[in-house]
Structure formats: C-alpha cells, structure tokens
C-alpha cells in the first residue's frame, strides 16, 4: 500500500502560515504572511510578505496583495485586483475597543474586478471600489468609487478617470452622461455611464 | 516532589515572540508579533498580527492593537483603547539617522483612555488624544486632541465629537463652553468643558 | 585540518530571514524582516521588525529602516537616510495586476544622503528625495524634493527647509536665488541654489 502526501496546487514560503484549505492553484504565498482558517483564496495570487487574510476575506484570482496589507472578514476582492503594500481595508465605521462586533455589525466592502488600490492607501469599509478604478497613493477613500475612476488625496476625491492599461484617459472628471474617450495609449474606447465608465468592445 | 511549570495568564501564538514578563491576564499575542523585554501590557488585551511593542511602552487593560501597530518606548496607551490597522505613533518629532537618541531626548506621547485611533492614521509624538475621541481612518495628527474630538484628514482637523458608543454628536466643533448635547443613540449626555465634552453622569 | 565557520559581519535576529551575501559590518537586521538574495546593504544600518529589502534594493551606510518598511528594486537609499515607521515606497506609477513589470518598465527612486522619511509618509516613484530633506510624517511625495526641504501634507508640499541639526530653517519655501539663513540651533550656514539649499562650510 502506498500512502501519498497530497501536492499543495499552490506555494507557500516555509515562514508563512496558511490555515485555510482554500487556496486555488499556483497561487504563492510569501514569508512571514498568515491566512487564518476559513479564508478563501482564488488562483495564480500573490500574497506577499506581513500580509493577513482573515476568515471569512474571499479573494478571487490572479489578486496581487503585497506588503503589509490585512484583507478583513467582511471584505471581497474580485479577479485581478492590485492591493499596493501598506494599504489599509477596514471592516468597522466605528471602532471602539469596548465594543465588540462580529458578523452582522461589520461592514462589507467589495473591490471590484481589476482595480487598482495605491500604496499606503486606506478604504473605509461600506464602500465598493468599481471595476478597473484607480485609487492614488495615500488617497483615503471614505465612499463608493466608479468604474474607472482616479481617486486622490484625503479625503479622496475624484480627479479623473483610468484606462485598464493604467493610462489616464482624456476626461475630465465627472464626466456628463454619453460623454466619451479614447484612450491614447491602447486606443480603448469609453463611455460614461451611470456607474463610471464603460469601455466599448469592438 | 513534583516542579511545576507556572503556566502563563495569557496567550501567545507560536509565531509570536514575547520577551516581557509583564502581560496581564487574558491577553492574546497573535502570530509574528514581537513584543520587547520590559514593555507593560495590562490584561485582556489583544495584540493583532505583526504587531510590535518596544521596551517601555506602556499598555493597559482591554486595549486592541491591530495589525501592523509599533507601539514604541515613551507611549503610554491607558484602557479601552483601540488602535486600528497599521496607524502609526511615533516618539522622536524630527529624527535624523545621524541622531541617536535615547530616554529623555524622546518625546512622549498619551493616549487616554476609551479613545479610537482609526486604521492608517498617523500621530505625531508629544501629544495627548483626550479620552473617547476618535482619530478618523487616515488622519496625521499634529497636536493635542480633545476628549470625544472627532479628527480627520492630514493634517487632521476636528471636525465634530464622538459619543462613548461611536455615534456622533449633534454638536459643532469647536462647542462654546457649557454647550451641550445629548447622543442620539444611546442618550448620553454631554456638556463642552476646556478639555473637550464631558460625559454627565444620570 | 580546523575549518572555521565565518563568522558574519552583521547581526540578524534568530526569526530574521538574510538571504543576500552583501551586508555590512556592524548593520542589525531585526525580528520578521526579510532580506531578499541580491539585495545590498551597507553596514551599521539598522533594519527593524518586519522591514522587507528587496532584490535589487541598494541602501548605503548607517541607515535606519524602522519596522513595516518594504524596499523595492529600483530603489537606492543613501548613507544616514531615516526611513520612519510604515513609510511606503513604489517602483510602479500606475500599477494594474494584470500588467506584469520587471527590470526597464519599473520606475527607480532615489534616497539622498541624510535625508528623513517620516513616519507613514509615502514616496511615489520616479522621484529624488534631495539630501537632508525632511519628509513629515503621513505626508504622500508625488514629485522630486530639494536638498533640506521640509514637506508635510497630501499631496505633499514644500513648507520650509530643515537643518542638518533638524531644527527648521528661518526661511520661507520657496526661497529666492542665494537667499541665506543660519539656523539657530547649530548655526550651520545655508544659501539658497538650484537644487534647495547648501550649506556653507566654515
């Protein structure tokens, strides 16, 4: 009889701790990171050095977390989602050390599907970061931010609009209703629309 | 005769290293947190991932230290308080590498009790945050920060004052003397004193 | 036949990871840190908990990269540099998860010597911090900083110019072409050039 050791699909540094199952295939996870049991993590991620996913966080795939960041019980990360190192979720409007909340009480916060979130940057929770937005270095994001939207400064304000090649597209922000542009850099094509922008397939 | 191992009245993660024999009852020290010889921890407290506590600083009772928190030697942090993920404190108002410093020649820094630090916020050395104030996700604080002060933005502003059960007041900031207001929440009372608001008793 | 073991040059922590050959004597590399192959770092620099050096970093003499600083390739950190608490560096303007960079398509920063980096500031790429400039803390350096120059806020802007003593200047920023100041703490001489202030040796 031969018992085998069943392969992890995924990597994991000898000085990280991963206590989930839940970690999709070629994902690699790096020293000194810890993801608690219960954390869900989708494929082909980057989980970088001092990163924290807590039960109950899911991620999808092809995420880069680096540095420093802590993903919250509460929180969801879409498919290609950039956290930049140090940047700081959060799942309570309103700490307060003799409080305790779970469950319920903590906000959720979903960043959507190939946005960008700068180094050092900090979302308060209750908010969803749209598709492809862009959210500047150090910016604090206190509310939702659209598709495609460049955030910067504290509090964060809308400055203009980026393409998913990370350009910054010839809009000014806001952008009036059936407002478009191209992008001068992959020649995307955009209009604005309730939510953001959307780009036009061709 | 039977040698007993004096068991510990707190939790370590095995990940983390406490050098202290100073740890009150009920604490938690989660994984790679660090926590130096002679620093004061009070009781049930809960020192978060990635977490560090010099030697010197001093912790009191019920106090939550997210993750990514340095607490260093001449910070002081009295009870209930909570300190979100990745703020930062600080103990030398303009260091040079060039410039060792030790003892005296560090600033000090208070931290009163029930207060809230939120995530990300950065507080300069030499200042006290008053009891119960509320230091807003993000905010870089200057200087001495009123009981129930809510502060935001960088350079952080007070922008209005926060009850005890994280409900802000309907109160402006600054509040004349003997303004008063009660919490739409939870009821309690306040009347504007020169150190900020004070809770009044039923 | 003895066969020695070297005996390196620098301290490292027991939970410290060291993986380059190119340390200094007499630097420290504390708890949680991580130094990556091929990283290179001069000697009595002094790197604490949770500090990330990467591959192709370069850092000079005698600096101090205190806890939760990561230091990416493309980075160069001169001698005597103070990087503070959870200070943030990049080597990517516009990053995108999707987008994967390397060597030439990241962007390349430069620490000049002396200079300060205040705690939970961040430093966008592609700029020169000048030499004994004085980055406040929390402030967020989108572009290249003069020599001495004092900068606070988000963005950051120049408010003054910092003494090598890191007593402020008496002169306002911007300074005109060869205006002078002497500082009155150390009474070093500064005229103001091109490139922010030189000081003027007796």
Known sequence: MVVETPVKPYFAHAQA????EDVGVGTRIWAFAHV???????????????AFIE??????NNITVKNGVAIWQGVTV???VFLGPNCVLTNDPNPRAYIK?????????LIRANATVGANATILCGVTIGRYAFIGAGAVVLKTVPDFALMVGN?????????????RLPLPAPAKLFASATC???????????????????
């Open 155 to 167: 509090p964060a304000r809308q400055v203009g609009w980026m393409c998913r090649c990370a350009r």
């Open 78 to 80: 879409e498919d290609n």
């Open 184 to 202: 001068a850099q992959c020649q995307s094509q955009f209009v604005a629309t309730a939510t953001g922008l959307t780009m036009i397939e061709a």
């Open 36 to 50: 608690l049991p219960g954390a869900r993590i989708g494929s082909a991620c980057n989980i970088c050095d001092h």
């Open 17 to 20: 701790l991963v206590e989930t």
């Open 101 to 109: 909340k779970s469950g319920e009480a903590l906000a959720t916060t």
């Open 55 to 60: 039960t109950g966080a899911v991620l999808g």
